[in-house]
């Protein structure tokens, strides 16, 4: 049975910055995007960064960011132990939310999700 287990959520001033860590145990197939989603209070889920296998090509991937953390933002993984990170620079209150990562599977087709890990910044 696959989980994914997230780390390093909590409470930063403004300005600061959190590391958030995503590890995939168990049997998981093939994986060509993993990501990272936050959902604010009162708000829906929405997609905060991805990184993406290109088709055809080996470990050449393309990252893709929400317009709101841009430059602030950077997801990376370790694709041996089926981990992805997001390094989160200058948070503003803005960011604050449950966020969770997401990695799809391509054989057979799934997607699985973490349990979500609070980050909370105060202004």
């Known amino acids: 049975q696959v989980q994914l287990v997230e780390s390093g959520g909590g409470l930063v001033q403004a300005g600061g910055s959190l590391r958030l860590s995503c590890a995939a145990s168990?049997?998981?197939?093939?994986?060509?995007?993993m990501g990272w989603h936050r959902q604010a209070p009162g708000k829906q889920r929405e997609l905060v960064a991805s990184?993406?296998?290109?088709?055809?090509?080996?470990?050449?991937?393309?990252?893709k960011y929400a317009d709101s953390v841009k430059g602030r933002f950077t997801i990376s993984k370790d694709g041996a132990k089926n981990t992805v990170f997001l390094q989160m620079n200058s948070l503003k209150p803005d960011d604050t939310g449950v966020y969770y990562c997401?990695?799809?599977?391509?054989?057979?087709?799934?997607?699985?999700w973490g349990q979500g890990t609070q980050v909370t910044v105060s202004s």
């Open positions: 997401n990695i799809h599977q391509t054989t057979p087709e799934y997607d699985y």
């Open positions: 168990g049997s998981i197939g093939s994986i060509d995007e």
């Open positions: 990184i993406t296998k290109i088709a055809g090509q080996t470990n050449i991937y393309y990252t």
